[in-house]
């Protein structure tokens, strides 16, 4: 099994750009899917992005779609979110998260069985 931790959050303008990092621990890394979900005060952990082990899908939250990235270096055991054009509303603790088998249900949390320690984004307006 593996071990997330995240890094790279920060506070940033309205408009600018972050990129989110998530160096796993384990042999089995490049076998996972990966994802970033984010959780706002108050609200529930929502779903934000998906790569599949082979990186050959990506998914997206529509709320995100066109500004956010998502990808992989399973080398380096490592995945991004790269966040451009951020918004006050992207403000929340990110999480990269990881499973063997997601499933179609991988918008939801219990859908994934490894988490990290979250990584705080604020967007200023």
């Known amino acids: 099994q593996v071990q997330l931790v995240e890094s790279g959050g920060g506070l940033v303008q309205a408009g600018g750009s972050l990129r989110l990092s998530c160096a796993a621990s384990?042999?089995?890394?490049?076998?996972?899917?990966m994802g970033w979900f984010r959780q706002a005060p108050g609200k529930e952990r929502e779903f934000v992005a998906r790569?599949?082990?082979?990186?050959?899908?990506?998914y997206y939250a529509d709320s995100v779609k066109g500004r956010f990235t998502i990808s992989r270096d399973n080398a380096k055991n490592t995945v991004y979110l790269q966040m451009n054009s951020l918004k006050p509303e992207d403000t929340a603790l990110y999480y990269c998260?990881?499973?063997?088998?997601?499933?179609?249900?991988?918008?939801?949390?219990?859908?994934?069985?490894?988490w990290g320690q979250g990584t705080q984004v604020t967007v200023s307006s």
């Open positions: 790569i599949n082990w082979s990186t050959s899908r990506t």
């Open positions: 384990g042999r089995s890394f490049s076998r996972y899917a």
């Open positions: 998260t990881a499973a063997d088998s997601p499933g179609a249900d991988f918008y939801n949390t219990d859908a994934w069985n490894v």
